[in-house]
């Protein structure tokens, strides 16, 4: 082992054997900081990453171990949480006060500090003070004040998508009423689990609205928009789709503002300037163009006496909208350059 590798990250991934697990492995992996990575899984425990995930086959990798989050803790430099929502709440507890200088998990659990706001969409929190102390990283309008975060939760996929496209006009005091945003996604969404909407023969061809009565990630959305907003009964509406893709989120939001702003371009532009994964694009992005990137591709218009703005923003859920913006959290965290690791394009076509 060079000096180099010695001072590498220990990296572990708990919950490893679902979709966001498998590509947080896909992008530590050959991540230039990360030295040792570590997996865990109750239903996969010794089988190899690449059985199970056959993208790694030839990466390298380990075999999966049984889950034990203290032992994993003790070990870590970075400790991710790739479990369904309510198991985080469950066993990020068990994690000793000195445990690892970075915890960053992929669930709803910790996303959200306004109890009202959690309980009206997930009903009682097991475990409220261990909220303290987690930051929402929606990392492409956090970035550098990240640095030196222990406790991150990430964002989720339809919540990145809105908060993207909503975030210029509620910073700039823009926003006029409640925005909706319509939203489509692919099945890889759901997770890896086989359900009847995932099922090929009812999905392939398909294209159905669900939880259209309140998506959960309004509430995360709300409380964003109020931080930005200081308008405290801040909220936006998600209207969620499924569509006959896998992978990738499109979202179009349509947003009344207070005064006329004929050039929303320019205010996404000035928003976005510097930011490595968020590009204004002068027409409407297409998903295919970020598929498999960490990249975030907008577009903003005006219509309706420029009184109404719609902005579309297209990412990967599994990417951008979760392991891909878990590892730029981690990088803007540790002080890395944020692009580490993560500097690949897109699948286009595919
Ligand atoms: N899929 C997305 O597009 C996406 C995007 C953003 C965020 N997220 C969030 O990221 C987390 C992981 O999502 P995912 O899509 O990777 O889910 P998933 O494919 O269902 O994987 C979750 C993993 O957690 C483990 N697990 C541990 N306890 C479990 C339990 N009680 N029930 C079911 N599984 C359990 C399972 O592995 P073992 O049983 O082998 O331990 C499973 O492989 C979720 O909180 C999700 O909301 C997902």
């Given at each position: 082992m060079t000096g180099s590798?010695?001072?590498?990250?220990?990296?572990?991934?708990?919950?490893?054997?679902?979709?966001?697990?498998g590509e947080l492995l896909r992008l530590l992996l050959p991540h230039p900081a990360v030295g040792d990575v570590r997996a865990f899984s109750e239903s996969h425990a010794g089988e190899t990453w690449g059985g199970v995930h056959p993208s790694l086959a030839h990466l390298g990798g380990g075999k999966f171990e049984p889950p034990d989050t203290a032992g994993a803790a003790a070990w870590a430099d970075v400790l991710f949480f790739a479990l369904p929502h309510g198991r985080s709440q469950e066993v990020i507890p068990e994690?000793?006060?000195?445990?690892?200088?970075?915890?960053?998990?992929?669930?709803?659990?910790?996303?959200?500090?306004d109890q009202t706001l959690y309980s009206a969409y997930y009903g009682e929190h097991k475990a409220p003070s261990a909220l303290e102390g987690f930051v929402y990283g929606l990392a492409d309008v956090e970035g550098s004040r990240l640095r030196g975060k222990g406790r991150i939760a990430v964002p989720g996929c339809f919540a990145t998508a809105a908060l993207l496209a909503v975030h210029p006009l509620a910073a700039a005091g823009l926003l006029g009423e409640t925005p909706t945003v319509f939203a489509v996604t692919g099945s890889t969404g759901s997770g890896v689990k086989p359900k009847r909407t995932t099922h090929h023969p009812?999905?392939?061809?398909?294209?159905?609205?669900?939880?259209?009565?309140?998506?959960?990630?309004e509430a995360e959305a709300a409380e964003q928009i109020r931080r930005w907003s200081g308008?405290?009964?801040?909220?936006?509406?998600?209207?969620?789709?499924?569509?006959?893709?896998?992978?990738?989120?499109?979202?179009?939001?349509?947003?009344?503002?207070k005064?006329?702003?004929?050039?929303?371009?320019?205010?996404?532009?000035?928003?976005?300037?510097?930011r490595p994964f968020v590009t204004v694009m002068d027409s409407p992005p297409e998903l295919a163009a970020v598929?498999?990137?960490?990249?975030?591709?907008?577009h903003a218009l005006s219509r309706e006496g420029d009184?109404?703005?719609?902005?579309?923003?297209?990412?990967?859920?599994?990417?951008?909208?979760?392991a891909g913006q878990a590892v730029q959290v981690m990088n803007l965290a540790l002080g890395h350059e944020e692009t580490l690791g993560l500097g690949f394009g897109g699948l286009y076509p595919c």
């Open positions: 590798e010695k001072t590498r990250l220990k990296v572990a991934v708990v919950g490893g054997s679902g979709y966001v697990g994690i000793p006060p000195a445990g690892p200088p970075l915890v960053i998990d992929l669930a709803a659990d910790f996303r959200i500090h009812v999905r392939a061809h398909n294209f159905f609205g669900y939880s259209q009565g309140g998506h959960r990630h308008e405290e009964d801040g909220a936006i509406r998600i209207l969620t789709h499924s569509a006959p893709i896998v992978r990738g989120i499109h979202a179009t939001l349509l947003a009344r503002v005064e006329p702003l004929p050039d929303p371009g320019a205010l996404f532009r000035k928003a976005y300037e510097g598929v498999g990137s960490n990249h975030a591709h907008l009184r109404v703005v719609v902005v579309d923003c297209a990412e990967d859920n599994l990417v951008k909208g979760a």
